[in-house]
């Protein structure tokens, strides 16, 4: 059997750590995105999710630290920090509240429930993030 592959096939097939790193980030900024839309009630909740560029603007300093975190709880505090921005609230003075509070899950459930924007049990989806996950 004869390789028809050429060097520039093979060369393309590699990924450096920053090109799967910057992969896995937009992938999981989708995911919730995707989540929030599916979840949400709030037109204007849901429309921010779908804004690339400010959930990207939102998300994104956080990320260092979010993807070493449980997927529940990356997703938790990327949903509460898109609600911040979507209701006018100081998004990092809100983020460092949440993480001084003493049950930052609860602080964050609390709060985007109270405000309608999702359901407290929209977080028990054991696959949080699944396309058409259901609570």
Do not use: N
């Amino acid at each position: 059997m004869v390789d028809i592959r050429t060097s520039s096939d093979v060369d393309m097939l590699h990924f450096d750590t920053a090109q799967m790193a910057a992969i896995t980030q937009a992938h999981f900024f989708s995911r919730v995105a995707g989540f929030i839309a599916d979840q949400t009630t709030v037109p204007a909740y849901r429309q921010a999710a779908l804004d690339t560029t400010l959930r990207t603007s939102l998300w994104a300093p956080h990320w260092p630290t979010l993807r070493d975190a449980t997927e529940h709880d990356a997703a938790l505090f990327m949903c509460f920090l898109l609600a911040c921005a979507t209701l006018g609230v100081d998004s990092t003075r809100a983020a460092e509240a949440v993480r001084q509070s003493s049950q930052p899950d609860m602080s964050m459930k609390l709060f985007l429930s109270e405000r309608g924007l999702l359901r407290f049990s929209a977080f028990d989806v054991p696959d949080l993030t699944r396309p058409g996950a259901q609570a």
